[in-house]
């Protein structure tokens, strides 16, 4: 059965870096790819995506902080976090979709853009910052 692993996750001061990685396990269409995060409490949020032809969008809070990336010959997605901040904790989930119609965009408080949701999801990875 496909799968999405994370990994990289982990505990950092404010203003550090962290990448996450997420690999691909078994066939999964990667039309879209997406990552996710999530505080106990609150909706799952959309951070950032990339189609498969390298497109990008970011939510505004990370802009100019996270670069989203994929690795095609390796089926690996990846999240480099710089200039983290405490706001920035959360448990964080990376996901995919292999329909071409898939909207593949970061919207403001919707993980299921224009009623689409994701075909997979990863189990999270915990991500801390502390001040």
């Known amino acids: 059965q496909a799968q999405l692993y994370e990994s990289g996750g982990g505990s950092v001061q404010a203003g550090g870096s962290l990448r996450l990685s997420c690999e691909v396990s078994?066939?999964?269409?990667?039309?879209?790819m997406g990552w996710f995060r999530q505080v106990p409490g609150k909706a799952r949020e959309g951070v950032a995506t990339?189609?498969?032809?390298?497109?990008?969008t970011y939510a505004e809070s990370v802009k100019g902080r996270f670069t989203i990336s994929k690795d095609n010959t390796k089926d690996i997605l990846y999240l480099q976090m710089n200039s983290l901040k405490p706001d920035d904790t959360a448990t964080f989930y990376c996901?995919?979709?292999?329909?071409?119609?898939?909207?593949?965009?970061?919207?403001?408080?919707?993980?299921?853009?224009?009623?689409?949701?994701?075909?997979?999801w990863g189990q999270g990875i915990q991500v801390v910052v502390s001040s």
């Open positions: 996901a995919s979709d292999a329909r071409r119609e898939f909207p593949c965009r970061v919207i403001p408080g919707i993980t299921a853009p224009f009623g689409y949701e994701y075909s997979y």
């Open positions: 990339i189609d498969i032809n390298g497109g990008t």
């Open positions: 078994g066939y999964i269409g990667t039309q879209c």
